[in-house]
């Protein structure tokens, strides 16, 4: 069984900053990509960032030169660096894993629990 955990989400000004972190537990021997989606009231949730474990990565245009992501393989830990928020990015911001390897083998569709990002104006 994997367990995604977030961190690190609140409440902050318009141009504040905030870092999110999101670790996975359980028998993972690798996972091949981690990331960010977030999902507003009345809309669906989006992709954000994500960063394969080849440090190959993937931006929504809305958040590029904003937010970055990065990871820490050995510690399954993936990390949002967000700068610059603006109120519409506040939303429930949801870490995922994808391809992850266990001692059972692959599996993909793992989400954390979410976490809350208000930007207020």
């Known amino acids: 069984q994997v367990q995604l955990v977030e961190s690190g989400g609140g409440l902050v000004q318009a141009g504040g900053s905030l870092r999110l972190s999101c670790t996975a537990s359980g028998s993972i021997r690798s996972i091949n990509v981690m990331g960010w989606y977030r999902q507003a009231p009345g809309k669906q949730r989006e992709l954000v960032a994500t960063m394969s474990s080849g440090a190959y990565t993937n931006y929504a245009d809305s958040v590029k030169g904003r937010f970055t992501i990065s990871r820490e393989n050995a510690k399954n830990t993936v990390y949002l660096q967000m700068n610059s928020l603006k109120p519409e990015d506040t939303a429930v911001y949801y870490c995922?894993?994808?391809?992850?390897?266990?001692?059972?083998?692959?599996?993909?569709?793992?989400w954390g629990q979410g976490t809350q990002v208000t930007g207020s104006s």
């Open positions: 995922n894993a994808d391809r992850v390897l266990t001692t059972r083998g692959y599996s993909s569709g793992y």
